[in-house]
């Protein structure tokens, strides 16, 4: 009796710190980004204006904030969608609709216009799925990044998942604190968030 309320206290204690898989999850991959300076949020709407990476090439662009988690760049903490205000410089991630402005997946917020030990990277076919980590090489060839049990990997709206879950075409914000001179170079994340959401 005792051996098993031990085992039942032991699962107690773990469950709650299991990550959550996702291997059967569909993951959005489909996803405009914009950077550049908010003109106006007002109504649930941001207008952004300035270095556009649309695909349309576009300079300006207006999405509507619905609920799309807000996100200090910095910290990579979320924060209060009420703290946008004009003359801050942002990245928007969103989804194209065909009879309304497009929806935003999330907002990163660089409020201080400041350089952040953090970049963005999309997952390469070049990927190894090891026991409790994962390796793959960047899209553009510039990092070979490794992901272990230690790494915080999110997908907002979902939660943390394995490293064994990445997929290639994942978007992913990366902060670092040091990266290797080497070409691709070396990098080993604290924190990676996707900005990819769950297609539904």
């Not at 999405?63 to 910095?74: K, M, N, R």
């Not at 309304?100 to 990163?108: C, R, T």
Request: glycine share 8%; with cysteine; proline share 5%.
């Amino acid at each position: 009796m005792k051996k098993c309320a031990m085992v039942l206290i032991l699962a107690l204690v773990i469950i709650p710190h299991l990550t959550v898989k996702a291997a059967d999850v569909t993951l959005e991959t489909d996803i405009d980004e914009t950077i550049g300076i908010v003109e106006d949020f007002s109504g649930g709407y941001l207008y952004i204006v300035g270095e556009a990476l649309t695909y349309g090439g576009l300079d300006d662009v207006t999405v509507q904030l619905g609920d799309a988690p807000v996100y200090d760049l910095l910290t990579g903490l979320p924060v209060y969608a009420g703290s946008i205000e004009a003359g801050m410089e942002v990245r928007v991630a969103y989804l194209m609709q065909e009879e309304d402005y497009p929806q935003a997946v999330a907002i990163w917020l660089s409020p201080s216009h400041e350089e952040a030990a953090v970049f963005s990277t999309v997952v390469s076919d070049n990927i190894y799925y090891g026991r409790d980590y994962t390796v793959f090489l960047s899209a553009d060839g510039r990092y070979r990044i490794t992901l272990t049990a230690d790494t915080y990997i999110y997908i907002p709206g979902f939660g943390e998942i394995s490293p064994e879950d990445i997929q290639p075409g994942q978007e992913f914000f990366v902060w670092v604190d040091m990266i290797t001179a080497s070409s691709p170079a070396l990098v080993f994340p604290d924190k990676v968030v996707s900005i990819c959401q769950l297609r539904q």
